[in-house]
Structures are given as structure tokens and as C-alpha cells.
């Protein structure tokens, strides 16, 4: 439908100001505001007066973004007035460029930006000579691009002696690539939540653009893990696609809610054995929090600066790290899992499924009710919506029931028909949940006690049995050998409650774990190590140390047994082809010099040789055997017998 403003309707069109109408010649023009979804109607080819030239010249800089701000600005327009209209698009064009560009950029301009700017860093830094000033000078560099190095890295290279390293890092294109993708979806996703674009009856969970925009860059990364291959080193027979190998890990949405429920299952076995309780919690944070209301804008919420999903979030963590601190003085031992998720509006609200014993659970359940209320008690709905606790009953239902569609809803969608409360089924709302945890920079999920996973997984890589004579667990006695191999076969077999046992038990420390990882540095960081060279990364600090193996009674087990190189596929198999097309070449080359004929005869004279050699033999053996007969008895052997 489309709203026609001409002369007679003026008095239906009061909020517009009189230059709406004004051309050039100063007579009144009519002038169509089409509606309909995104991509239905070309906004920027509408006739424009000279009026409107600025705004629309505004739309046109945010690229595919600019359709969401002509939404909201003739639906503003409808509802309220052209000024108000107006001031929120202009507010929207002012937080979106904030830094000198768009953060509605597309990828391709991203990426030509950073290369621009990190050629640009280098000619400047390499100007200055000082370390110091070369740190403080890089800093003010990515902050001109609204990028920044946190506190804690900052802190940890000045204690390592490493400032150089960020100064490589702010000058380097892929880094610099990364950390504006980042910065680019999570305003471009603050600015649609200040728009009201995301909310049930618009873009649920998270905006239109950001779901299209993490879309195009879910298939760009699988392009370029197909395009990857990890190639053993000593082997190079032996490859993968990183694309395979990405399918055969968590990464794969499937294994990693397999390996979830796995887990879950484990600690509800668990606490079923030890008569522990079970307690789902759900926390919401205060109205102040939350974008929209009833389908309008929430004014606590513009009271209170539009806090992001992120600040949000950051809300709902410190409610649960007060609970813990509570607990840890109290000694209060609990298990369990937290989900983060959004609602409707974007705004994150946190589930927890929690097991402990049962003379705990209502300290537990009241100091955690007491700290949600906290802030703005008495606010409406605080006491019905804020937080919520349910008791599982083991005889009515698994306590993994009752996340069971909340993990699905957070992964892939799977085995949901239909998402609650909207027209999505269920891999689409999960779409969308997970392009807002990406965006938002929002950590969806975090196991509360337990073993190591990170041993679980390495344990799984081990699928011989652990054998008494193996040279190296000699130093282990009967006893030691059965846990290890207890370990070792409950991973290996998926039995997370058996691998909680024998790991020390549900409530074990990381360091009192009978089996610990065992970190070493990267070949080549130990080289250069070796030979007093201190720049084992690109950046020139020191490299993490990575996983290669397990720790057990100070014994080592090596888990990672290969190594493994990336190379670029067709680069890769290119490689391989010249080596065999070598090879066909040197057949070839024989073949056409008759050398395999030579060959063959060589290898026959000197069959023919040998059985020459075979015969005088059995001739000479059997004359010696005539003439032994011959000799009277005692008598020595000729000599002809030698």
C-alpha cells in the first residue's frame, strides 16, 4: 500500500514541514513513501526534491544497511513525525561513522582498508625509533579506526618485555582485517537495536543485516577450509581438507551437541548416584536492559543510555559471580551448565541447569534470588520475571530435558518444528541466536565444574588399550596402570560420569586431576630458543604453548603424533602432480632408452650365472662323495673335498 500526499491532504500529512512539498518551482508535488519488505523496492531511485538529497545521500553511504534506515525512517514518519524521523537516522549515520567510515562497509571494502592502513602505520612507525614511542604511537593509530588492545594484553606484554609485538600486530593487514570485522558487525548490530529493527514483529533476535552479513562469512570460511590442506609432514600421502577435519571436530554443529548432551547426561548420572538435587534457574536483568517494550521503544531503556547486549551481559555474569563467591565462602560445591540467550529484542537473558546436595539447594536458590532483586527491586514484573527456579523431580522427567531445546535452539536448530513465540521453525530462530552471539562477541555456553574437557578430547585421540609391558609405563605400578587405562576407556567410550570418577570426582581442582595436559612450545619456537633467538611468532613474542600430550603420575603420553603443515589445495596438489609427473618422466626416459630391456638381460645373465655356479656345485659334490667311497678307512680326505 502507499500512502499519496497531494494538496488536499495536507491536513493528513501535518507532521511533514512545509519543504517536504517544495520543488523547484515552487509547486506542490505529490510524492509516494512505498512500503514492503527489504529488497522489494528500490528506496534510492525515488524522486527526490532538494531537500531530501542529504538524507538520502545518508542511506546510500551505509551500502545494504541504508534499506534498514529507510525503514525505520518512513515508519517513524507514519507514527510520530518527520523530525523525530530525522533525528534518529541522523543519530544512527553519527554512531555508524563515528571513526571516519562506515561500519556497514562490505567485506571486500574491509579488506581494502586494512591493507591501506596497515602500509600506512608501517611508513609511520617505522619513522620512530624509540620502543616506548612506538607502542604509544600505534595505540593512538587503531584508535583513530575505533580498535584498541585490551588492558590485560597491554599488561601482559609489559611484564613479558613484548610492546614490540603489539606494534608488529597494529601494523599488520590480516590483523587489522580481523579486529575491523569484528568492530564493524557489533556497531552496525548496536545501531539496529537503537533503530528498533530487532524485535518480534520486526527482526527477531538479532538484525536482518548481521544474520546476511555472518551468512556470507560462514561460506567464505568453508570456501577457504576446502581450499586449505593439512598435510603430514613425514607422510605427505597423508592429508586433509581443513574442511574434513572441521567436520570431524566440535567445530561441526552436530558433534558439539552431541558432545553437550553427552556431558549434561554425565552429571545428571552423577547426581542421580550421589541423591544430589537438581535446579534450572532462569535470570533476566532489569527493564532498564531491555530495547523495546510492548513493541516500543523502552524509555528506561533510553533513560539509561541504551545499554548494549553486551553490557547486558556482562550484568548477568557479575549476578553469578557474586552467587559463586557467596558459595565458595560457604564451601558450597555445585555442577552444572550456563546458556546465554536472547530475547526477542536482542537483550541476553541466562539459563542454568545446577546439581548439588540437598542441604544446599535452598541457600543456594535464595542468596541467588536475593542478588538478582538487587538493582531496581520494585520496578514492575521484577519479582514475577527477574528470576525464576524450578525443582526437577527425578520421578517426572531428566533434568537434560529441560535444556534439551535450549542447547538445540543455541547450536543448529535441530529436532525443534517451531521456535516459541514466533514464525520461525527452528534452524532458522537458531540462525539468527547464533549470528546474535557472534555479532555481540557473547560466550553462549559454560560448563560449572567437572574434569578437564580438554583431557577428554585428548584422551579420545587414544583407541589401544594401555598395555602393563609398554616400555613407558614401567614406572607405574598395578593400581595406577587401571586408572589410567579407566581414563582412558571412558573417553574413549563417551562415559562422562565414569571419566568425572576417575579423574577425581565431579568436584575435582584443575590441579588435582590424576591426568593433566602437557603443553610444549611450537617446533620452532624451540629452535630459535635453541639458538638464542627470542621471535617464534610473526609479531615477534612469545608463542602460546600448544597441546602434545597427557601427564599422568609424571609420566608422558603422546597424544599428538603427527605433523602437521597447511598449504594452500591446489598449491598443494599442484606439488604433488610435479612429482609424479617427474617420476612418469624418468619411466619414461628408461623406457625409451631400452634400459629396461638391459635391465632384464643383466638380471638373466646373472640368473644364468648363478645356476652355472648351482650345478658345478652338485658335480663337484657328487665326485667328492665317489671318491670318500675310495679311501680305505681312516684315511684322510683328499684334498679335492675342500
Known sequence: MAITIVQSQLGNASYLPPSFFQTND???????????????????????????????????????FGNHMVNTFISVCEKKDYFESLRLVQLANDRLCQNGYSSALSDDEIKEMAFRKSQEFKKIISKIESESYRFMRICALIDDLGLAFSDLTIKRAMNAGELFALVNRGCDEIWLRGQLRKKCAYEVEQVARDLSLVQRHKQLYCSDFSV??????????????????????????????????????VS????????????????????????HKAVFYTLTSPSRFHAVSNGQVNQNWLDANSPTAKDTHVYLLGVWTALRKILDKKKIKIYGMRIA?????????????????????????????????????REAGAKKYRFKAEYIDWSKGSAVGYVAKYLSKNIDGEHIQADKGSSLNGIEAAERVVAWARVNQI?????????????????RRLRNEFNEDDVMLNDLNG???????????????????????????????????SVKLNYTVHDAVAKMLESGELSPTRFG?????????????????????RNWKTENKAKFESAQKQIMRGVVDWFDALEQEREYERMCESHYAEYEAHMQYIEQCEAIMLCSSEIYDMCSVGAAVPDTWH
Open 479 to 513: 593400581a595406577e596402570h587401571y586408572l589410567l587405562e579407566k581414563v582412558r576407556r571412558a573417553a574413549d567410550i563417551g562415559d562422562w560420569k565414569d571419566f568425572c570418577f576417575a579423574m577425581g570426582g565431579v568436584f575435582v581442582k584443575r590441579a588435582d586431576q
Open 252 to 275: 561441526n554443529p552436530k558433534i558439539r551437541r552431541s558432545e553437550m548432551f553427552v556431558r549434561l547426561r554425565g552429571f545428571e548420572e552423577i547426581s542421580q548416584e550421589s541423591n
Open 541 to 561: 613474542d612469545m608463542a602460546q604453548g600448544q597441546i602434545n600430550g597427557l601427564i599422568f603420575k609424571n609420566v608422558f603420553i603422546l597424544t599428538r603424533m
Open 443 to 459: 560466550r553462549q555456553f559454560q560448563f560449572i565444574g567437572g574434569p578437564s574437557v580438554s583431557v577428554w578430547r585428548e584422551m
Open 341 to 377: 540467550e536472547p530475547h526477542q529484542d536482542g537483550t541476553p537473558h541466562h539459563h542454568f541447569l545446577l546439581f548439588m546436595k540437598p542441604k544446599d539447594r535452598h541457600f543456594v536458590t535464595t542468596q541467588f534470588k536475593r542478588l538478582a532483586l538487587i538493582d531496581s527491586p
Open 26 to 64: 515552487s509547486k506542490l508535488q505529490a510524492f509516494e513513501l512505498p512500503h514492503g519488505g527489504v529488497g522489494n523496492v528500490d528506496y534510492f531511485n525515488l524522486r527526490q526534491s532538494d531537500w531530501r538529497q542529504p538524507v538520502f545521500s545518508t542511506f546510500r553511504k551505509h551500502r545494504d
Open 212 to 249: 546476511a552479513r555472518q551468512r556470507a562469512r560462514k561460506s567464505s570460511n568453508r570456501t577457504a577450509l576446502e581450499q586449505t590442506v593439512a598435510y603430514d609432514v613425514d607422510n605427505e600421502e597423508n592429508y586433509f581438507t581443513l574442511a574434513e577435519l572441521s567436520d570431524k571436530s
